[in-house]
C-alpha cells in the first residue's frame, strides 16, 4: 500500500487521449485553487467573523500577504481576472490610501508580530503603479509587517507594460521572483489575443532581471488559445526553452465568454478544443520533460533544483490561490479589491468594484464582500483535494475505505479508464490521470454534489 507512489506519475511523455476518453472526462468543473470553491461562499458573509478568525489565528504560523493591484492599462482579450482598465497613474495614489487602512484595521487585530513568509504582488499588473508608488506600498508592507529574512518576495509582471527601471526598483526593495505573463509567443496568436510580446522583448527582460538577481523567474503560458496550432505552439515551447525559466505555469485556457466580456471578441472558431486542446498541453509536458523540468502538479514545470520540483518528489507540494507553493502551514491573508485570504479556517473576498471598496473602508469596515467559514468535513475534504492537485496522491487513512466508501466507487470508472489506480484507501494518479486531475478530485467535492451544486458546476471552466 505504501509502495513507491510517486515515481509512476513522472512520466516522460503522456499518453494519447481517445476521443471516448475525452467525452467521458471534459466536463465543467473547478480548478480547485480553494476547497470549498468560491461559489459555495456566502454573499454577505460577517465582517464580525473575519475579524473573528483573525482574532483567533493561530499566532505561531506564519503569514503569506497577498495585495492585489487590479489596474491594468489596457484590456487582453483571453483574460479572466479581475481588473480596471485606467490610464490615470494617478489612481494609484487614492488605492494605496486605501490599503494602508485596510492594512492597518488588520494590523489592529492580528497585531505586528507574525512573521511573514511571502509577500505576493498580484494583479492586474501591478508595475501600473509608479516607481514611487511601488517604493510607497513596500514600506506600508514594511512598517506593519515583519517579513523573514529568507521571505518570498513576489511580483506579476507583463513585460510589455514594465520598464527596467521599475524592475530594478522591485529588485531594490527585496523583490527577489518574478512570474512573468508571456502566454504565447506566436505572432497570429498574439493578434488573436490582441496581446504583443516579441522574443526578443521577453529576452531582454529576462536578461535584464537575472543580471538584477532575480533568483527565481517563473513563466505563465496558455494552451488552448486561438489560432494555436501544435507548429505555432512547437515554436513557442522552442523559444521559452531557449530562455529556460525556472518555473513554467501551463494554464489550460478557461473560456468563459458568459462571465468574461472582453473574451467575447476571440475568434470562437479558430480555438482548439477536445483531442486539439488535450494534444498542446501533451506537447509541452513532451517539450518541457525532454527539456529538463519536472511535471509539477496539475498544470507546472519547475527545474529540478527548484524548491518547487523538491517539494514536489518529497511529496510536499501545496497550493495556494496564487498556485502552487511549497509552503504548506502558512495563512493568507489579502489586501485589496477582490482580494482574498484563507486565515483561521475562513476564507474571505474582498469587495470587487473599487468604489464600494475604498467606501467600505472609509467607514471603517473590513471590505468584506463574501466568505465561509469552513467545517470540520470542509478542512478534511480540502486537504484530501489538495493531495491530488498537488501530489497526485492521497491516503484516506485507516478507515478510509468505509467513510469515503462513496466516492471510491465513483473513482472505480476512473480506475477502469486507466486514470487512478486504487488500493485500498490509498488513490493515486496514473500518468493519463494527470490530464483529468479536476476529474479525479470531483468525487470528494460533497458541495458540489448538494442540491444546486450541479447547477454552480455549469460556472466553472471545462476541465480539459
Ligand atoms: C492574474 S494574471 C496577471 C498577469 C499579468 N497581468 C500579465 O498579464 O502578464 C495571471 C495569469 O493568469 C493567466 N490567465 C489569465 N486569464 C486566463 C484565462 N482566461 N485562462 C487561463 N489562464 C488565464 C495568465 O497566464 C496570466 O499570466
Ligand atoms: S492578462 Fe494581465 S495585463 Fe492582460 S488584462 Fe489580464 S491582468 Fe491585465
Redesign the pocket.
Known amino acids: 500500500m505504501n509502495a513507491p507512489l510517486h515515481a509512476p506519475t513522472a512520466a516522460t511523455e503522456l499518453p494519447p487521449i481517445s476521443d471516448e476518453l475525452l467525452a467521458r472526462y471534459d466536463v465543467p468543473g473547478p480548478r480547485y485553487t480553494s476547497y470549498p470553491t468560491v461559489p459555495a461562499w456566502v454573499d454577505g458573509f460577517p465582517e464580525a467573523r473575519y475579524r473573528q478568525a483573525l482574532q483567533e489565528a493561530d499566532p505561531e504560523l506564519p503569514l503569506a500577504l497577498y495585495v492585489h493591484v487590479p489596474f ?5 482579450a ?4 479581475n ?1 480596471v ?1 485606467s490610464k490615470d497613474q494617478g489612481r494609484g495614489d487614492a488605492y494605496l490610501d486605501d490599503l494602508a487602512l485596510e492594512m492597518d484595521r488588520v494590523v489592529d487585530v492580528v497585531g505586528r508580530g507574525r512573521p511573514v513568509r511571502s509577500v505576493h504582488l498580484g ?3 501591478p508595475t501600473f503603479l509608479t516607481e514611487a508608488q511601488l517604493e510607497r506600498l513596500a514600506e506600508l508592507i514594511g512598517d506593519r509587517f515583519l517579513c523573514e529574512p529568507t521571505a518570498e518576495l513576489s511580483v ?1 509582471i ?1 513585460p510589455s ?1 514594465t520598464s527596467l527601471e521599475q524592475l530594478r526598483t522591485l529588485r531594490s526593495l527585496g523583490f527577489n521572483r518574478l512570474s512573468m ?1 508571456v ?1 504565447d509567443l506566436d505572432v497570429g496568436v498574439q493578434a488573436a489575443i490582441r ?1 504583443t510580446q516579441t522574443f526578443d522583448e521577453t529576452q531582454r527582460f529576462v536578461d535584464y532581471a537575472r543580471g538584477l538577481g532575480f533568483g527565481s523567474i517563473n513563466f505563465d503560458l496558455i494552451y488552448g488559445l486561438p489560432r494555436q496550432t501544435t507548429r505555432s505552439w512547437a515554436g513557442t515551447l522552442d523559444q521559452v526553452l531557449a530562455l529556460r525559466p525556472d518555473r513554467l505555469a501551463v494554464y489550460s485556457f478557461a473560456f468563459v465568454p458568459e462571465q468574461r466580456k ?1 473574451q467575447r471578441v476571440l475568434p470562437a472558431h479558430e480555438l482548439p478544443r477536445g483531442r486539439e486542446k488535450v494534444d498542446l498541453f501533451r506537447q509541452a509536458y513532451k517539450a518541457f520533460v525532454y527539456g529538463g523540468y519536472e511535471a509539477i502538479g496539475m498544470d507546472h514545470f519547475a527545474l529540478p533544483g527548484d524548491e518547487l520540483a523538491q517539494a514536489s518528489r518529497a511529496g510536499r507540494l501545496w497550493r495556494n490561490f496564487q498556485g502552487y507553493t511549497v509552503h504548506r502551514d502558512v495563512e493568507t491573508i489579502a489586501f485589496g479589491s477582490s482580494g482574498i485570504s484563507d486565515i483561521g479556517g475562513v476564507y474571505t473576498q474582498n469587495i470587487r468594484p473599487l468604489g464600494q471598496y475604498h467606501r467600505a473602508l472609509e467607514a471603517g469596515h473590513l471590505p468584506v464582500a463574501r466568505g465561509l467559514a469552513l467545517d470540520l468535513e470542509d478542512l478534511e475534504r480540502r486537504d484530501i483535494i489538495n493531495e491530488i492537485m498537488c501530489n497526485l496522491h492521497v491516503d484516506l487513512g485507516e478507515d478510509g475505505e468505509v467513510r469515503f466508501a462513496e466516492e471510491l466507487a465513483m473513482l472505480a470508472p476512473l480506475e477502469a479508464d486507466g486514470l487512478v489506480a486504487l488500493d485500498g484507501p490509498v488513490v493515486r494518479v496514473l500518468p493519463p490521470g494527470r490530464l483529468f486531475l479536476r476529474n479525479v478530485a470531483m468525487p470528494f467535492d460533497t458541495r458540489l454534489r448538494r442540491p444546486g451544486g450541479a447547477a454552480s458546476a455549469e460556472r466553472f471552466s471545462r476541465t480539459v
Open positions: 491594468c492599462w489596457s484590456m487582453c483571453y483574460c479572466g481576472c481588473v482598465i494583479g492586474g499588473t506579476e507583463n507594460v505573463g502566454q496581446r472582453n
